[in-house]
């Protein structure tokens, strides 16, 4: 066998080859100069615009933050410059060369910054996330994956998920900085429980309706057309440069997750995104408690076991729960129009008792009834999760009380609510809508009464949630209602409430109830066409000025001789819709373990006051003047 020579020529010549595809591959990692200085100087000035605004607030150093988001937008202005200087090539990925601009700004728009920490670590994820969406987009739209038809139907549905994520951002920024009001969990959530009525009548009072619609209808047909014309669009990567691409994607993977392991504790996590996830934590808590409530048995046996029974408690209770009801367009409290005659004349005759300064714990319906009807409140229990909570319905039926629902309201468009499930709690449950085909015709609150029983049990406990001054005002009373006169459609809406009540009143007291409530779940700012929002730059204490009355029959008045003197002594104290589980109670001789003597309003040791009531879930301190006399 030969003996093999040694050859330096050969060896000079195979470093030669190495180092020539080691240049080549350093080559193709490297940017376009001229580009990587046109886009690092315009992420540079956006960067140091923002940065320098926030600050003026706080001039503290983070350090870590600064250094991640300044190589994240290195990366990210490498990736960008990386792309021919051609205008197809641009069109190709201008979705994607949006994207993170358009996160960045919804943030902006619609968050609460603290500080600058937060700042950086949102241009951090942004940008980062950006240069891995950019380079997944090249990789799937030009490296041969628009060949075939599985690869088609790839590239189109990548294309549709981001169009469908910008198109989100930019019409939420567009919303928030035509109506000068951001988004926030409570208004994601009120869009998940809301019906397709509330949805449109919300949306037709936005000022900017037309040019949001406009600009949807514009955006959506624009984006599919640009994912069309990216397909005709003939651009292929050599195979160096998708090497050069994977190789980015890669780095921008493994900087994310190593910075997110790393450095955790000091970045915050995305608002927006939050908001986006909202939904999905809310749908899970709110399926948690439904689950729970399944097996109703154990959900008691687990709940009660100290919980003490009443069986000579006895008596029909009615709680009459009416929407968006403000009570200074009530005659009854004062309003120069009279629009609630009966309730004025109940008032006037003392056969109610008229509570003076009552206020909803909330200003949006799904939050007020479950503060109502459960021991949630917004004071020592405002951290209380659904699903540790009791409601009015479990304790009656604990009680031997029969419990029954009804509703003249719709079901939620996209969730199951806290309402549709305690309502199920109820032994007894009817929706006014569910038999809307056996009306006949459009249905309103009055249609109730057809359908509430004949007889009724000598333990009852019964609540009733109307569809009152509901928006659109128009819609909550029969075609032809009023209709020569020349009040507004709220104020006939108030008018035609006062005479659902009426009928709901006269049926009880023949049916000799022991008590009858009434008050509204929140108010609406009328005056200022604000409606009813819980978002702090639209919220106005207005939204909480509800109405509260209860009448007491004169038998079960007789059967508890304190019970006058106590609701003469109450009427004029400050009230709040969630402490309403604690008075039922009470005014129901049911003792219980989840009820507390300070948060009873008939109660020597009542708590609330002027100094210390709130509202929207306990963030907002209401503003109430004393009252001349009241405790």
């Known amino acids: 066998m030969p003996k093999a020579e040694f050859s330096w020529s050969g060896i000079r010549k195979a470093l030669d080859a190495a180092g020539k595809k080691w240049s080549s591959c350093i080559r193709t990692l490297l940017p376009n100069r001229v580009l990587f200085i046109v886009w690092g100087s315009i992420n540079g000035l956006l960067f140091a615009g923002i940065y320098y605004n926030i600050h003026q607030r706080d001039s503290a150093w983070y350090t870590t933050s600064f250094a991640l988001s300044v190589f994240a937008l290195l990366l990210w202005t490498h990736t960008q410059s990386m792309q021919e200087f051609r205008i197809p090539v641009y069109v190709r990925h201008l979705i994607c060369l949006l994207l993170p601009y358009s996160i960045l700004l919804a943030d902006l728009l619609n968050s609460q910054w603290k500080n600058k920490a937060y700042f950086l670590s949102q241009v951090f994820v942004y940008f980062t996330l950006g240069t891995i969406f950019l380079s997944l987009d090249v990789l799937l739209r030009d490296s041969g994956f628009n060949k075939g038809t599985f690869r ?68 959506i047909p624009g984006l599919a057309a640009l994912n069309l014309l990216a397909f005709r669009l003939p651009h292929r990567c050599g195979r160096q440069e998708v090497q050069c691409r994977l190789t980015g994607l890669l780095l921008a993977v493994l900087f994310l997750v190593a910075a997110e392991a790393g450095f955790h504790k000091k970045l915050y996590f995305s608002n927006i995104f939050k908001l986006m996830a909202s939904p999905v934590s809310y749908f899970q808590e709110n399926r948690r408690f439904q689950e729970l409530r399944c097996n109703y048995t154990a959900f008691i046996r687990e709940k009660f076991r100290e919980e003490p029974k009443n069986p000579h408690a006895s008596g029909i209770f009615v709680i009459i729960i009416g929407e968006s009801l403000n009570r200074h367009y009530m005659s009854a409290y004062g309003y120069p129009t009279d629009t609630t005659p009966f309730q004025r004349k109940l008032a006037a005759g003392r056969q109610v008792t008229l509570f003076q300064r009552p206020y909803s714990a909330y200003a949006q319906t799904i939050r007020c009834i479950a503060y109502m009807l459960t021991d949630q409140n917004q004071y020592d229990n405002r951290d209380k999760t659904l699903q540790n909570s009791v409601s009015l319905f479990d304790i009656a039926r604990y009680n031997g009380f029969t419990t029954r629902w009804f509703s003249a309201q719709g079901t939620p468009l996209l969730l199951d609510s806290p309402t549709a499930v305690l309502a199920e709690s109820a032994e007894y449950s009817f929706s006014l809508p569910a038999v809307r085909s056996k009306i006949g015709h459009k249905a309103t609150d009055m249609d109730l009464l057809e359908f509430l029983p004949r007889q009724l049990n000598d333990k009852e406990f019964i609540v009733i949630q109307l569809l009152g001054s509901h928006y659109p005002y128009g819609n909550v009373y029969p075609a032809g209602f009023m209709a020569e006169s020349s009040l507004s459609d709220y104020e006939k809406s108030v008018c035609y409430n006062d005479m659902v009540l009426k009928n709901l009143f006269e049926y009880f007291r023949r049916k000799n109830a022991s008590a009858i409530l009434y008050l509204s779940d929140h108010s609406e700012d009328v005056a200022n066409d604000r409606g009813h929002d819980p978002r702090l730059e639209v919220f106005t ?38 402490l309403l589980f604690d008075f039922i109670l009470h005014l129901m001789n049911l003792k219980s373990t989840f009820t507390d003597q300070s948060k009873n309003i008939l109660s020597d040791e009542y708590f609330l006051n002027e100094s210390n009531a709130r509202t929207l879930g306990g963030k ?5 003047p004393p009252a001349p006399g009241a405790e």
């Open 541 to 578: 204490q207005a939204m909480t000025e509800i109405p509260f009355w209860l009448y007491v029959s004169p038998e079960y008045s007789a059967a508890y001789p304190s019970l006058e003197q106590q609701l003469e002594r109450a009427e004029r104290r400050v009230f709040t819709a969630d």
């Open 152 to 219: 088609k139907i790839l590239v189109a549905l990548w294309g549709a998920v981001c169009s469908l994520l910008l198109v989100l951002f930019l019409l939420l920024s567009i919303n928030t900085l035509l109506g000068n009001v951001s988004l926030d969990y409570d208004a994601v959530i009120a869009i998940c429980q809301t019906d397709v009525a509330e949805a449109a009548g919300y949306f037709s009072r936005l000022n900017h309706r037309y040019l949001l619609l406009f600009l949807f209808c514009v955006t």
């Open 620 to 624: 907002v301190k209401l503003d109430i």
